[in-house]
């Protein structure tokens, strides 16, 4: 039997003035923080893809972190551009709905 594919978000929005981006479902809407966000990038810049050990520090990313840019890839994520230059992290679809808290 074929995996569900994550539910695909209807609107995405990335609200500078409140540091958060707003990614809304069909069933639900969630406000993502930036800086929450930007440490749980998954890539292989900030975790060791052998180990899973996080390589990126949290301490290390700035209180004022902003999403410069946002694009689309393919039909399942986006790559984020962040004020600090890290860009090679995506956040796919599933990745997104992970880390929602428990209804």
Same mark, same amino acid.
């Given at each position: 039997? #074929?995996?569900?594919?994550?539910?695909?978000?209807? *609107? !995405? %929005?990335?609200?500078?003035?409140? %540091?958060? @981006?707003?990614v809304?479902? #069909?069933?639900?809407? +969630?406000? $993502?923080? $930036?800086?929450? !966000?930007? #440490?749980?990038? &998954?890539?292989? %810049?900030?975790v060791?893809?052998?180990?899973?050990?996080?390589? @990126? *520090?949290? #301490?290390?990313?700035?209180? *004022?972190?902003?999403?410069? =840019?946002?694009?689309?890839?393919?039909a399942?994520?986006?790559?984020?551009?962040?004020? *600090?230059? +890290?860009? =090679?992290? @995506? $956040?796919?679809?599933?990745? @997104?709905? &992970? !880390? !929602?808290?428990?209804?």
């Amino acid at each position: 039997m #074929a995996a569900v594919p994550a539910p695909v978000p209807v *609107d !995405l %929005q990335a609200l500078r003035d409140r %540091q958060i @981006l707003r990614v809304a479902w #069909a069933d639900r809407t +969630h406000e $993502f923080p $930036f800086r929450q !966000l930007r #440490a749980s990038c &998954e890539c292989a %810049q900030c975790v060791n893809e052998w180990t899973g050990e996080r390589i @990126l *520090d949290p #301490a290390t990313i700035p209180a *004022d972190i902003a999403i410069e =840019s946002m694009e689309l890839v393919g039909a399942y994520a986006i790559r984020v551009r962040w004020s *600090d230059g +890290h860009d =090679s992290g @995506l $956040f796919t679809w599933e990745r @997104l709905r &992970e !880390l !929602l808290p428990a209804e």
